[in-house]
């Protein structure tokens, strides 16, 4: 049985690799054709193959479930084409048994996913973002097409550029008084963090009062504020491409400060619970592999395989952005398509055992 285990794990593996290598391949690729538009000045061919490659582990994990659909699918109805299932069967391997030697390579290869989607990817996607803004970001940073908003409390900022080190290019600041009236606007070309306090360079002030505007000029501004450089590495990613732990600070945060974390929430219920995702994708395989998809051609088990991938998917879609308008918890919008999918493969695994 050990044998038969590690056969059946090569084969799922290698398919579910496969899978995935080609997925994130295409992407990519696609990636790297709209990022052509981009080209110009400081920001060279070289710059977008870079961001590219950088932005490669965060799709690694995104893909991951679909590809373990799919390549189980491929996988297994190898084996099934073949009559191998039909042979380990007759020798009285149980469909329980079949399931394990499944699940155990995906279990593996899910643990590698965290393990890029917690440590590498967060990472390698800022120093993408951070470089791409820095050779696009132009003088004014009111102007810029790139960059990132954040309030607290009755001032709002505006950074062109945010660098892993505790760095900020183009950082503006907006103060609002009581009655959202503008007081005043700071502007400064750099920022960086030191002994635990901020500092704004060349920092250009503009204070509006009842007289006027008054303008004044300041080499070195201590600047307080309650983000760290901790804080401001996931403020300038997307949800999506955060960590499970900054999703959760952040997330954390927002609410300290009043804000709506909503799409931070349903970021980390989706990562945290995206290993509940993949095993129900290779439960819903298997019972496929053993119910209607056991004798057809592999090219429709591939079309089968997208076609669920893409209706899971859309389920998310739709009940994400379902809990933000109608307020109920996020993580039910997490699980509503994980069950669905292990209610609809057991009830197809029971119904042919």
């Given at each position: ?6 056969y ?6 290698g398919?579910?690799?496969l899978?995935?290598l ?7 690729l ?19 193959l ?21 390549g189980c699918?491929?996988?297994l109805?190898?084996l ?8 380990m069967?007759?020798?009285g391997?149980s ?10 390579p995906?279990?593996?290869i899910?643990?590698l996913?965290l ?14 973002e ?6 696009l970001?132009?003088?004014?940073a ?19 550029a945010?660098?892993p080190?505790g760095?900020?290019?183009g ?8 009655e959202?009236?503008?007081?005043e606007?700071?502007?400064?070309e750099r920022?960086?963090?030191t002994?635990?306090k ?8 503009v ?7 008054q303008?004044e ?8 504020t ?7 590495n ?6 999506k491409d955060?960590?499970i732990?900054?999703l ?8 300290k400060?009043?804000?709506?974390a ?13 290993p ?6 290779v439960l819903?395989a ?33 009940l ?29 695994l029971?119904?042919?055992?």
């Open positions: 049985m050990i044998k038969l285990n590690r059946i794990g090569r084969t799922v593996a398919s579910i690799i899978v995935l080609v997925i994130v391949g295409i992407d990519l696609s990636a790297l054709i709209d990022g052509l538009k981009d080209v110009r000045g400081n920001y060279t061919f070289w710059s977008v870079q961001y590219v490659g950088l932005t490669a582990p965060g799709s690694f994990y995104d893909y991951l479930p679909f590809a373990a659909l799919v699918l491929a996988g109805g190898t099934a084409s073949s009559s191998e299932l039909i042979v069967r007759a020798a391997v469909t329980s048994k079949l399931v394990f030697a499944v699940i155990k995906t279990l593996a899910t643990l996913g393990l890029v989607a917690e440590y590498v990817a967060p990472v390698s996607q800022q120093i993408a951070s470089q791409r803004a820095v050779a970001q132009k003088t004014s009111i102007h810029s097409q790139h960059g990132m908003w954040h309030r607290e409390g009755q001032q709002f900022m505006h950074f062109n945010v660098q080190n760095v900020l290019f950082v503006s600041i907006f103060r609002f008084d009581e959202r009236q503008l007081e606007n700071i502007f400064a920022a960086y963090y002994e635990g901020w500092t704004l360079e060349a920092a250009k002030i204070t509006l009062a009842p007289k006027g505007a303008f000029f300041i080499p070195q501004l201590p600047w307080e309650g983000l760290s450089p901790e804080l401001l996931i403020l300038v990613l997307d949800p955060l960590s732990s900054g959760w600070r952040y997330a954390q945060y927002l609410n400060q009043g804000l709506n909503g799409d931070y929430e349903l970021a980390f219920w989706n990562k945290l619970l995206q509940l995702t993949i095993m129900g994708m819903v298997i019972s496929f592999i053993f119910g209607p998809l056991r004798n057809v051609t592999m090219g429709f088990r591939v079309f089968v395989g997208v076609m669920v991938g893409i209706v899971f998917r859309t389920l998310q879609d739709i994400g952005p379902s809990s933000m308008v109608y307020g109920f918890d996020p993580i039910f919008a997490s699980l509503l398509p994980i069950c669905v999918c292990f209610l609809a493969g057991t009830y197809m029971m119904k042919k055992a």
